[in-house]
């Protein structure tokens, strides 16, 4: 059956701190890995990776994936309150279908 | 680009009512489109695919009398919860995969907050 998993479940931070969230997968048919950002309402893009070793930055923020290993990491530096969110996993099959984890709830503290 | 307009954005129901909820692609054209399920604080969980001009594929333990998906366009997909129960209650939010691989591959409608009291 195929999983995605993502640790730590939640994490709570100081403002200015750098975090890591992890994503492992078990999944058919891969044909990429997505990470999201939820806030109140629907997820939000953030990176499509589907090549291993190559970082994939936007801002603060950087991903990379290990496809060997069967995993992924999403960085955030200099975090600030408006990062607080659920960051989604996700792995996308080659019959379009997607499989999330459950998320990481990220709160930054003040 | 890549826009994915979703109706109601929330809904409260009687419990036994249907509810209809929308899904449209604003500028683009989407053969395929998912409806998915969240409940409060867990993630999302594919309960349909929505195909254009065929009937949707449903995951297992999903009921396809229950949760009825309707793709008569290329831009269109409707779920109807029927004679809604309050184990219902639950967020829904479709997506939809533009053609090819790249930055706009699957776009996210805003999410529908459906409440069976």
């Known amino acids: 059956e195929d999983k995605v998993v993502q640790s730590p479940l939640s994490l709570v931070v100081h403002e200015g701190d750098t975090v890591t969230l992890n994503c492992s997968y078990e999944?058919?048919?891969?044909?990429?890995l997505l990470w999201y950002k939820q806030e109140k309402k629907a997820p939000t893009f953030l990176f499509m990776l589907?090549?291993?070793?190559i970082e994939k930055k936007s801002g603060r923020l950087s991903s990379i994936l290990d496809k060997k290993e069967l995993f992924s990491i999403l960085n955030i530096t200099a975090t600030q309150t408006g990062d607080s969110a659920v960051y989604l996993c996700?792995?996308?099959?080659?019959?379009?279908?997607?499989?999330f984890g459950k998320g990481t709830r990220l709160h930054i503290l003040p | 680009g890549a826009v994915v307009s979703q109706h109601p954005s929330r809904v409260i129901c009687k419990s036994g009512t249907s509810v209809k909820i929308e899904c449209r692609s604003l500028?683009?054209?989407?053969?395929?489109m998912f409806w998915y399920r969240q409940f409060p604080k867990q993630s999302l969980m594919l309960m349909a695919t929505?195909?254009?001009?065929?009937?949707?594929?449903?995951e297992q333990g999903v009921e396809k009398d229950k949760f009825l998906i309707n793709h008569a366009s290329l831009t269109l997909s409707t779920l109807t919860v029927t004679s809604a129960h309050p184990e219902d209650s639950s967020f829904y939010i479709c997506?939809?995969?533009?053609?090819?691989?790249?930055?706009?591959?699957?776009?996210f409608g805003s999410g529908t907050r459906l409440t069976v009291v």
């Open positions: 500028d683009f054209q989407a053969t395929t």
């Open positions: 996700a792995v996308d099959r080659r019959d379009d279908k997607i499989i």
């Open positions: 997506s939809a995969k533009r053609g090819g691989i790249g930055r706009y591959g699957y776009t």
């Open positions: 929505s195909n254009e001009g065929s009937k949707a594929t449903y």
């Open positions: 589907t090549s291993s070793g």
């Open positions: 999944v058919t048919n891969f044909r990429s």
